[in-house]
């Protein structure tokens, strides 16, 4: 299927690695030029010459953190009038409420909710005039189905959820779509961390953590992140211009519920 979006200019967040570096992938080989952004220069340069495949759309990157004022500039300075904003940041980390003090949760609130919303803010006006956006962000399940001990997740992305669904159908009418991603557990370096952070809570290998993990999932597997890149490829895509506001779940079945 052609995606019909061949030639337009996309954002990329968290793209050095992981689900950002999937969605990077699916965009430029749609032909977009896509520009990746991650905080980290060395990782984000591979990644960018990894992505500029031949016969593939152009690649460019901006190293930045996308949580300050001057990381924002800096890509903006470098880059302007995107079609296509991706926005992507790793989860704060677990632990008890008691003990996270403000600074902690506005370092949350700062990767999770208010840096996706200033992307959009600088962003969405020009997709407007121009008749054409596409803003995906990728969140995580637990939107969907709070996970106990990730308060601070729990929080500041539903907090970027509820405004999302105020501000979706305000943009549609002017072809501009603004949905999230909610991803499971999928196969990233990072999901390995954790596996690798609970054998050493718990006594065990990493590999059975991981057994153990994919033994109670419905579908006997991780996601692979080349699934939720082409999911974020087509939501970006001039088919999906009907899908509003939405939260799309890919957790491989692991939600219970009906709704």
């Known amino acids: 299927m052609d995606l019909g979006i061949a030639g337009r200019k996309a954002l990329v967040c968290g793209a050095s690695a992981g689900l950002g570096l999937a969605c990077a992938s699916a965009l430029v080989r749609e032909g977009v030029h896509v520009v990746v952004v991650a905080r980290t220069e060395g990782p984000l340069r591979e990644a960018a010459q990894q992505l500029a495949a031949p016969g593939t759309g152009a690649v460019s990157w901006v190293a930045a953190d ?69 803003i995906v962000n990728i969140t995580s399940s637990a939107v969907k189905a709070p996970v106990d001990g990730l308060g601070l997740s729990n929080g500041a992305r539903s907090g970027l959820t509820g405004f999302v669904a105020g501000l979706a159908r305000s943009t549609v009418a002017r072809g501009v779509t603004i949905n999230n991603l909610l991803p499971g557990t999928f196969d990233t370096a990072r ?69």
């Open 191 to 259: 999901l390995a961390s954790n596996f690798a952070a609970q054998a050493h809570r718990e006594g065990l290998s990493a590999e059975q953590v991981r057994a153990n993990r994919i033994a109670k999932h419905p579908a006997r597997r991780l996601g692979l992140p080349s699934e939720l890149g082409a999911t974020c490829a087509f939501l970006c895509s001039v088919h999906a211009g009907y899908i509003v506001g939405q939260n799309l779940l890919m957790d491989g079945g692991s939600y219970p519920g009906t709704f």
């Open 66 to 134: 996308v949580t300050s004022d001057a990381g924002r500039s800096a890509i903006f300075a470098a880059h302007a009038d995107f079609d296509i904003v991706v926005t992507n940041a790793g989860g704060p980390p677990p632990g008890d409420f008691r003990l996270w003090d403000r600074d902690t949760w506005l370092r949350a609130l700062d990767a999770n909710m208010l840096a996706p919303i200033a992307l959009i803010k600088a962003t969405v006006d020009g997709m407007m005039t121009r008749g054409f956006g596409r």
